[in-house]
Each structure stands twice: as C-alpha cells, then as structure tokens.
C-alpha cells in the first residue's frame, strides 16, 4: 500500500473515530433530554426553569471553559468532612423530632458534597443537592396550585 493511501486511511480512520465519539456524545444527550421529557410536569418545569438561568448565567458571565476546568473544586478539607458529619447528625435529629425540612436536607447534600475530594464522588454528591433543589422548588410550585 503507498504512502498517500496509508494517509488516506489513517485520516479517514480518525475522521471515523471523531464521528462515533460525536454520535456517543449525541445518544447520551438525546437520552438525557428523553428523561426530562418523560418527567411529571412540575420536575420538567423546574428541570426546565433551572436549564433557562444556566443560559442566562452563560449569557451575562460569558463562559471560559479553560478556565472553567482549571478552577479548583475547594473540597474535601478536614473541617468540610467535620461539618459533613455535624449537618447529617443534625437533619437526623430534626427528623426524629418531627422538625425536618427541605432545607436540612439540602444543607446535609451540599455539605457531603463540600467534604468530596475525588471528581467522581463529588460529582454525585452535587447531583443529589440538585435533585433536592428541584424537589424543593416541585414542592414550592404544588402548594400554589
């Protein structure tokens, strides 16, 4: 085989490479969005509303994805996982005692988040407080009905 068609297929062979990780990439975002589409109305609603104030956050502060990966997460300290343990013993006793709310709640995910020092933990520790701030905001938008 020459020269120019080793090329050849080797550009094509990335081309190909780059074009399935687009499609990967594609599928996961369809499936995410089919999710929010398969929500009840209120979690779509807030799911939805949140989505809007991420653009506008974009909008007014531009976004430096550069810089953006390099700024530092600022967890996992020992005084983060001593809170951690503070937040969870109290939302348990608040609980107990009939006196729990969603604030409690939300104060102990993002506390368990703030005591995360690797990406992947952390990352679903952030995915629980927001879940809570789009219950809690169902919760809000039910009791106008």
Known sequence: MSEELK???DTYLANLTTTQARCTELLEEVRALRKILDAPPHEAQALADISYERRRQDA????????????ANGTGSD?????CIEARATCDERF?????????????EVSEALAESDDAALRAELVQ?????????????RRSE
């Open 79 to 83: 005084a983060q996982r001593e809170d």
């Open 60 to 71: 007014k502060w531009g976004v430096d994805w550069a810089k953006l990966t390099e700024l």
């Open 7 to 9: 090329r050849e297929r």
């Open 129 to 141: 407080a927001a879940a809570v701030c789009v219950k809690w905001i169902e919760a809000i938008d």
């Open 96 to 108: 107990a005692a009939g006196a729990g709310s969603f604030a409690l709640i939300l104060l102990e």
